[in-house]
């Protein structure tokens, strides 16, 4: 069984960054696409962003281009997701996924496996 542990976020001004990480372990990380998804409150899960098996290849939502990374260390089993530019409406749960087909989804029910989130907030 693949598990997932997200860390780094917390409370953080408008215009600030962030750093999230997610560890992997259990399976062997580099078969799997992985992916960050976010929800907030009174809201359904969001796509936010994907990367390729080998992080050769990336996909974003059009509401965090250019102001979120995705990228990921095979090697340490993680995945990461740079945050730059904060805005209030980006507070949110955020969560990472895998799944185990090739193709960047980014449908939540694509995904197989999936973190405990780790919350966001953005104030003004």
């Known amino acids: 069984q693949l598990q997932l542990v997200e860390s780094g976020g917390g409370l953080v001004q408008a215009g600030g960054s962030l750093r999230l990480s997610c560890a992997a372990s259990g399976r062997t990380f580099s078969n799997y696409v992985m992916a960050w998804f976010r929800q907030a409150p009174g809201k359904g899960r969001e796509f936010v962003a994907a990367i390729s098996r080998s992080g050769g290849s990336t996909y974003y939502a059009d509401s965090v281009k250019g102001r979120f990374t995705i990228s990921r260390d095979n090697a340490k089993n993680t995945v990461y997701l740079n945050l730059n530019t904060l805005k209030p409406k980006d507070t949110a749960v955020y969560y990472c996924?895998?799944?185990?087909?090739?193709?960047?989804?980014?449908?939540?029910?694509?995904?197989?496996?999936w973190g405990q989130g780790t919350q966001v907030t953005v104030s003004t």
């Open positions: 996924a895998t799944r185990v087909g090739a193709a960047l989804a980014t449908g939540s029910y694509k995904y197989d496996h």
